[in-house]
T-cell receptor
């Protein structure tokens, strides 16, 4: 199994641009999570899905952030417009029997 | 959901020594997980201990759980340079898959 796959691994963009991060979970896992990690705030849960349905998006910082899961094998996290304070590593994780499997993350830098 | 609080925040030991880190949480759980994060990588699941277990072993890892004190400990024996990482605990309940994380313990193994 290839594990959770995230893309891009690195993204540098300018303030105001739209950013789309992508995640392919492990096949058969019915939960998918998006986390954000910074030195200042640690690892924050942004949103999670169960069977492609968003369950809890209370961690999404503001309306500039949106996440979708159109099918069981794909999810996106979009930031529009991006701001320098969005710079962070964004992790996607899928879940089986309560155990999380993380991707390698997408490092976002907003200039 | 609830997040655990790891202690100490940072720990440095000589290679070959044992490393112990602790986790405290606030409300009842039915399991607790430990994860490791190497620098720049996603979190990796290490071990899960259920609330009816007091101790569990996996290779050089030993985890204890004291539900009366709402605390857990992770012991790494005969540490190696490759154990240098941040370690996170995640108290959880089966059926509620939302996992949140504290700031972790940063472990440094000195060769």
């Amino acid at each position: 199994d290839a594990g959770v796959i995230q893309s891009p691994r690195h993204e540098v963009t300018e303030m105001g641009q739209e950013v789309t991060l992508r995640c392919k979970p492990i096949s058969g896992h019915d939960y998918l999570f998006w986390y954000r990690q910074t030195m200042m705030r640690g690892l924050e849960l942004l949103i999670y899905f169960n069977n492609n349905v968003p369950i809890d998006d209370s961690g999404m910082p503001e309306d500039r952030f949106s996440a979708k899961m159109p099918n069981a094998s794909f999810s996106t996290l979009k930031i529009q417009p991006s701001e320098p304070r969005d710079s962070a590593v964004y992790f996607c994780a899928s879940c089986r029997a309560g155990e999380l499997f993380f991707g390698e993350g997408s490092r976002l830098t907003v200039l | 959901s609830q997040q655990g609080e790891e202690d100490p925040q940072a720990l440095s030991i000589q290679e070959g020594e044992n490393a112990t880190m602790n986790c405290s949480y606030k409300t009842s759980i039915n399991n607790l997980q430990w994860y490791r994060q190497n620098s720049g990588r996603g979190l990796v699941h290490l071990i899960l201990i259920r609330s009816n277990e007091r101790e569990k072993h996996s290779g050089r890892l030993r985890v204890t759980l004291d539900t009366s004190k709402k605390s857990s400990s992770l012991l790494i024996t005969a540490s190696r340079a490759a154990d240098t990482a941040s370690y996170f605990c995640a108290p959880s309940n089966f059926g509620n898959e939302k996992l949140t994380f504290g700031t972790g313990t940063r472990l440094t193994i000195i060769p």
